[in-house]
Nanobody, 125 residues
Framework: QVQLVESGGGLVQAGDSLRLSCAAS????????MGWFRQAPGKEREFVAA????????SYADSVKGRFTISRDNAKNTVYLQMNSLKPEDTAVYYC??????????????????WGQGTQVTVSS
């Protein structure tokens, strides 16, 4: 089974950029569709972005479209989330996840069955 470890979070100011990384190990990474979710204090976990096995297809939440970019490097077993023009409302713990095998890219958290431990992103105004 794939194991996922996120990194790259931190404290930034509004308008700044961050790049999150999610390193995968333990299985063939390129067979998994991948996604990023986030959870702010007191709120439910929400979908941010997803990417297909090859990286040819992506999907974004409306709240991040045009500001965030998901990408992957299968040779490095890593998926990235480039976050630009950050806003205070982007503050959350960000999680990387792998879609259950046999399913395509999806916004539904219930179809992701492997999750990382999360990385904190805090955006100050």
């Amino acid at each position: 089974q794939v194991q996922l470890v996120e990194s790259g979070g931190g404290l930034v100011q509004a308008g700044d950029s961050l790049r999150l990384s999610c390193a995968a190990s333990g299985h063939t990474f390129n067979i998994y569709n991948m996604g990023w979710f986030r959870q702010a204090p007191g709120k439910e976990r929400e979908f941010v972005a997803a990417i297909s096995q090859s990286g040819s297809r992506t999907s974004y939440a409306d709240s991040v479209k045009g500001r965030f970019t998901i990408s992957r490097d299968n040779a490095k077993n890593t998926v990235y989330l480039q976050m630009n023009s950050l806003k205070p409302e982007d503050t959350a713990v960000y999680y990387c996840a792998a879609v259950r095998l046999g399913f395509g890219i999806t916004t539904a958290a219930s179809l992701y069955n492997r999750w990382g431990q999360g990385t904190q992103v805090t955006v100050s105004s």
